[in-house]
C-alpha cells in the first residue's frame, strides 16, 4: 500500500532526527501528498531545515528524495573547496577572479522552469558566479551532489534542462562508487564563471578535478 502523506512526513522526520536511515526516497507521489510533505519540511514555524538534510525533488515524475547529512555526503563538499583551492594555489583564478564568485554549501534551488517547474534541488555544494549586472545569477554555475548510478542522468537533466542550461557543470557524488574509476574530469574556466569570465582569465583555461582524494565523484 502507497504511504500517504501522514506517513511519509513522519518517516522522514524520525529520519532526519536520527540521522538513519542515510536517505529516503519515493516514487509517484500523488501531488497533493507531495506538497503537504514538502510544505511541512520547509515550514520555518517548524524548525526541521536546522538538521541540515537535502532534498531532491523532480515535480513531473512526482520523485522525492531526503539526504541526511552524513559525514560521507558531507566529505564531496570538503573535497571541493580543496580543488578550487589548489586552482588559486596554481594561479588558474585570481583575486579579481575569486570576487566573481560565491562558493555556497547546501542552497535550496527552486526556481526551475518549463517541465521542470516545481522542482527542489539541495546541492551539497554549488557554485554561483556574479552576472553581467553585477549579481549573483538566479542558478550556480557548478554543482555538486550526491547521486546514484541509475539515477545521475536524471538528475543532470534537471540540472541542465531545467535551469535553461544555466547550470553548465554537475558533478555527481555517485554511489556506489563506478568502477574502473573514470579519468579526472575537467570544467573550463568560461564554464565555471557561467560564461562571464573576468578580465585576466582565459575562458577555455581547463580546471581539473583530482579524484585522488575522493574516487567517487564524477563530471
Known sequence: MTPNASDIFYQILGAIKS???????????????????????FDPRNGFEDYRFRVHFSAPDRYLRVMMPTRLHEAGASWFAKQYAQWR????????????????????ITNF?????????????????????????????VVLESSWIDTGMDDCRLWHEGSRGHVRVVI??????????????????????????????????????????RSDPIY
Open 19 to 41: 540521522g538513519q536511515p542515510e536517505w529516503l526516497q519515493y516514487s509517484d507521489l500523488a501531488p497533493k501528498d507531495s506538497a503537504v510533505v514538502l510544505d511541512s519540511l
Open 113 to 141: 522552469t518549463g517541465h521542470w517547474s516545481g522542482s527542489i534541488k539541495h546541492p551539497n555544494y554549488s557554485v554561483i558566479p556574479d552576472g553581467p549586472n553585477g549579481y549573483p545569477t538566479h542558478f550556480p554555475s
Open 172 to 213: 555527481l557524488d555517485l554511489f556506489p562508487v563506478p568502477n574502473p574509476v573514470p579519468a579526472n574530469p575537467t570544467l573550463t574556466i568560461e564554464e565555471l564563471f557561467g560564461g562571464c569570465t573576468p578580465s585576466g582569465h582565459i575562458p577555455e583555461t581547463k580546471l581539473t578535478l583530482e579524484l585522488i582524494e
Open 89 to 108: 594555489v596554481n594561479g588558474l583564478i585570481d583575486d579579481v577572479g575569486e570576487d566573481f564568485l560565491g562558493l555556497q554549501p547546501s542552497p535550496r
